[in-house]
């Protein structure tokens, strides 16, 4: 099982930036993939991000490519999300989680098998 540990949200405004972090210990993340995923208040949790951790591919949720971009640190075992022009509709809770990596990165939230706590994200207008 792998630790998690989000953080790096906070409040911003309209078309301001953030950047999360995702910090893992207790196992190697070779052979798995790192997503984020967030929860709007009142609506399902929707996937956002997800990276391949042995070669960094990224995808994407189409209501964030080209705003938002995932990242991985191999020394600090970390993925970053980093958000920029930011809208009230990102406002959230923002959570990273971790799976296998199969040929189709995971998308879904029952391929996932560890979860962080989350931290939130709140875009003011």
């Known amino acids: 099982q792998v630790q998690l540990v989000e953080s790096g949200g906070g409040l911003v405004q309209t078309g301001g930036s953030l950047r999360l972090s995702c910090a893992a210990s207790?196992?190697?993340?070779?052979?798995?993939?790192v997503g984020w995923f967030r929860q709007a208040p009142g609506k399902e949790r929707e996937f956002v991000a997800v990276?391949?951790?042995?070669?960094?591919?990224?995808m994407y949720a189409d209501s964030v490519k080209g705003r938002f971009t995932i990242s991985k640190e191999n020394a600090k075992n970390t993925v970053y999300l980093q958000m920029n022009r930011l809208k009230p509709e990102d406002t959230a809770v923002y959570y990273c989680?971790?799976?296998?990596?199969?040929?189709?990165?995971?998308?879904?939230?029952?391929?996932?098998?560890?979860w962080g706590q989350g931290t939130q994200v709140t875009v003011s207008s």
């Open positions: 989680a971790t799976g296998p990596a199969y040929v189709n990165l995971p998308s879904r939230e029952h391929q996932y098998d560890d």
């Open positions: 990276i391949r951790w042995n070669n960094g591919f990224p």
């Open positions: 207790g196992r190697t993340l070779s052979n798995y993939a």
